[in-house]
């Protein structure tokens, strides 16, 4: 059984230079000292740098390491020095006074008539301190909702053109059938016993309906019934405006649900 040769990856191109793998750099290439930049994480002054840098190695403020953080701070500025950013004058008296403060802790501490000297630390932390206070504090208003960044006041005009219009509720069905319902317990006080029952027309009734009525004018719904005709009448009444109200005749509105109803003619 024959072993299969090993095959050698080739190595990968640096680049595609138009459609050409480049697998060695140029004998003349030239990349100029400021070809990459770093963009470092902008502060507002030395003293959110300062803050940053103990919030970075989780120290204390109260109990500040001066030595380790002027160690850090000038670490930094010597970078910014590096990178050919423009140093502002606030950094750099910063750097001063902490050098001030490590060269007070260093030296003994004289006695005075007074007492103990103070901390030199002390005035640098209560600067800290306040500091933090107002970033927080700017931070959780940066977090509210601001007008025009994430609410907009929306603003329209009213057309010259435009004309109101009062649109009345439709009658529905069963507003009829309430109103028929009361008709007809009105109907019923007026029951007597007859022997023969007098024809009514529907369409004789839809005549007499639309002679009371006019476009001028609303008439009460239940102006249009007769209760003393009894049961038969008031039906035949309500079929009579159901039936002019399917051809268009005439006009039935309420103001709005459970309220009188009005029926006028049509113009």
Same mark, same amino acid.
């Given at each position: 059984?024959t072993?299969?040769?090993?095959?050698?990856?080739?190595?990968l191109?640096?680049?595609?230079?138009?459609?050409?793998?480049?697998?060695?750099?140029?004998?003349?290439?030239?990349?100029?000292?400021?070809?990459?930049?770093?963009?470092?994480?902008?502060?507002?002054?030395?003293?959110?740098?300062?803050?940053?840098?103990?919030?970075?190695?989780?120290?204390?403020?109260?109990?500040?390491?001066?030595?380790?953080?002027?160690?850090?701070?000038?670490?930094?500025?010597?970078?910014?020095?590096?990178?050919?950013?423009?140093l502002?004058?606030?950094?750099?008296v910063?750097?001063?006074t902490?050098?001030e403060?490590?060269?007070?802790?260093?030296?003994?501490?004289?006695?005075?008539?007074?007492? !103990?000297?103070?901390?030199p $630390?002390? &005035?640098? =932390?209560? @600067?800290? +301190?306040?500091?933090?206070v107002?970033?927080?504090? /700017?931070?959780?208003?940066?977090?509210?909702?601001?007008l025009?960044?994430?609410?907009?006041?929306?603003?329209?005009a009213?057309?010259?053109?435009?004309?109101?219009?009062?649109?009345?509720?439709?009658?529905?069905?069963?507003?009829?059938?309430?109103?028929?319902?009361?008709?007809?317990?009105?109907?019923?006080?007026?029951?007597?016993?007859?022997v023969?029952?007098?024809?009514?027309?529907?369409?004789?009734?839809?005549?007499?309906i639309?002679?009371?009525?006019?476009?001028?004018?609303?008439?009460?719904?239940?102006?249009?019934?007769t209760?003393e005709?009894?049961?038969a009448g008031?039906?035949v009444?309500?079929?009579?405006?159901? !039936?002019?109200?399917k051809? $268009?005749? &005439?006009? =039935?509105? @309420?103001? +709005?649900?459970?309220?009188?109803?009005?029926?006028r /003619?049509?113009?």
């Amino acid at each position: 059984m024959t072993q299969a040769p090993l095959t050698v990856q080739p190595p990968l191109p640096l680049a595609v230079v138009r459609g050409k793998p480049m697998v060695e750099l140029p004998a003349d290439l030239y990349i100029p000292p400021d070809a990459l930049e770093v963009i470092l994480e902008a502060f507002e002054g030395p003293l959110d740098l300062l803050l940053y840098l103990i919030r970075r190695h989780k120290l204390d403020i109260v109990d500040l390491p001066v030595f380790e953080i002027t160690r850090q701070y000038m670490d930094y500025i010597a970078l910014m020095d590096q990178m050919q950013m423009e140093l502002a004058g606030e950094y750099l008296v910063m750097a001063a006074t902490l050098a001030e403060v490590k060269s007070r802790l260093l030296l003994p501490k004289p006695a005075t008539e007074e007492g !103990e000297e103070d901390d030199p $630390r002390m &005035v640098l =932390i209560r @600067q800290l +301190q306040a500091y933090e206070v107002l970033k927080q504090a /700017a931070e959780q208003m940066e977090q509210l909702p601001r007008l025009e960044r994430e609410h907009w006041v929306a603003q329209a005009a009213r057309a010259a053109n435009l004309v109101p219009q009062v649109v009345p509720p439709q009658v529905e069905l069963d507003e009829l059938v309430s109103a028929l319902r009361g008709m007809l317990a009105k109907a019923e006080l007026f029951e007597q016993h007859q022997v023969a029952r007098e024809a009514l027309s529907t369409r004789e009734r839809m005549s007499h309906i639309l002679s009371q009525l006019g476009p001028e004018r609303f008439t009460p719904f239940v102006a249009l019934f007769t209760p003393e005709e009894g049961r038969a009448g008031v039906v035949v009444s309500f079929l009579a405006i159901l !039936e002019l109200s399917k051809e $268009r005749l &005439v006009e =039935i509105q @309420q103001a +709005q649900p459970d309220s009188a109803i009005y029926v006028r /003619a049509r113009a």
